[in-house]
């Protein structure tokens, strides 16, 4: 099971950006999936996560500029990104909890990372 993120980039502040990520592989299934952050210096933090039933959960900066969604059928995640901040630099990991073919457990499994960086 590989996930594939995507969509990182320069933006200046105030600006949007879309992140995708896309898993692949021996997929039965997947739970919930999420998109975690690490700025220079600081612990890696959640910033958005979604059931598979499309609850969804926030960090507090984020909430009202962030949206993730998820399309169940290409296994793919995405957080579109608003109003963006300075303060939202950094390398942006998203993660999903998969159950794969032949296997009664989930596990949790980790994209690259895909870096956001606001500057002007």
């Known amino acids: 099971v590989q996930l594939q993120a995507s969509g990182g980039g320069l933006v200046q502040p105030g600006g949007s950006l879309r992140l995708s990520c896309a898993a692949s592989g021996s997929i039965f299934n997947i739970n919930d999936m999420g998109w975690y952050r690490q700025a220079p210096g600081k612990q890696r933090e959640s910033a958005a996560t979604i059931t598979s039933g499309r609850s969804t959960n926030y960090l507090d900066s984020v909430k009202g500029r962030f949206t993730i969604s998820r399309d169940n059928a290409k296994n793919t995640v995405f957080l579109q990104m608003n109003s963006l901040k300075p303060e939202d630099t950094a390398v942006y990991y998203c993660?999903?909890?998969?159950?794969?073919?032949?296997?009664?457990?989930?596990?949790?499994?980790w994209g690259q990372g895909t870096q956001v960086t606001v500057s002007s």
């Open positions: 993660n999903a909890v998969i159950r794969r073919f032949g296997s009664n457990s989930y596990n949790t499994y």
